[in-house]
């Protein structure tokens, strides 16, 4: 089922229950029957099916909850892919990994699109197979495009194809663009001599909303990350700008740095290695996380699902 070479990433594009689960199995029971370790993250109710496709072989896969571990896009590769074949060194891995499904929230869109497009980065010359499952029959045309865009093979009920319109590249640029604006918020200033205060702001305004304990310390600890990031990186201040929506509160930290690695904050980072891990902190943590970045200017969103 998988393309030869030491990466493979295919986007299976299915129209069934049915279909879902004789793929996926599939793909599970091949990578078990050759002792490959195993992954399985998706979504619930697509867990619910794949486990009870696989019977007691079930029992040999590492389940995952996509809807918990995949939250925020920006963590599945830092905390769920590269962690899983982190731990099985020195042979080929298996995983499948669905991070877009039909009623997810758009604004986690983007995010999913850029996560997809990056995996061919993060795994380039890694020993791994990745399947990304994708409902055509739910999920909008122009999604299905941009899984050809992502993955270079695709797989359905018909078999596996290249894709004649693999282009990762693009699908990175095309989701790095001007977020929307607010409506009203609260917005601070700072530099290395006040970032404290812009601290105690986001916590003010998160515990107002009904935030408490870890959680709480979360949201501090991502605006410090982030603001730490502006001053090292970003022309030493930066703006933040805190809001809440219905169900979210937003921090927002823009600066004049530029983010050229695509893959920041997305890669585990040894503890022993030095240097910041200020984005991939804030990616571990916040819900959401939205990036737009370029020449002489960066803004940072994170998302914090409200109690």
Known sequence: MTQAGPFSHLALLYRSAAEYVSATTSFVREGLAAGEPVAVAVPAPNLALVA??????????RLLDMGVEGRNPGRIIPAVLRDFADRHPGGRVRIIGEPI???????????????????????????????CPYDVAALAPEVVEEAARTHPVLLDAEGERPSGHYAPERVIDAHNRPLEEPGECLSLR???????????????????????????????????????????????????????????????????????????????????????????????LADLVRVHTRPGGTVVRAYFDRP
């Open 190 to 284: 700072f530099d290395g001599t006040d970032l404290p205060a812009a601290r105690r702001l986001a916590t003010r305004r998160a515990a107002l909303l009904g935030f408490t304990g870890e959680r709480l310390d979360d949201i501090q600890l991502v605006v410090a990350e982030l603001g730490a990031n502006s001053l090292d990186h970003g022309g030493g201040s930066g703006t933040l700008r805190l809001w809440a929506t219905a169900d979210r509160l937003v921090c927002e930290v823009s600066d004049r740095g530029h983010i050229r690695d695509p893959l920041a904050g997305r890669m585990p980072v040894d503890p022993r290695t030095p240097g910041s891990r200020g984005l991939l902190i804030v990616n571990l």
């Open 52 to 61: 009870a496709g696989l019977g007691p072989d079930a029992g040999a896969v």
């Open 101 to 131: 499904w039909a009623g997810r929230p758009a604004t986690a869109y983007p995010a999913c699109a850029q996560h997809e497009a990056l995996i061919n980065l993060a795994f380039a010359g890694c020993d791994a197979a990745i399947l």
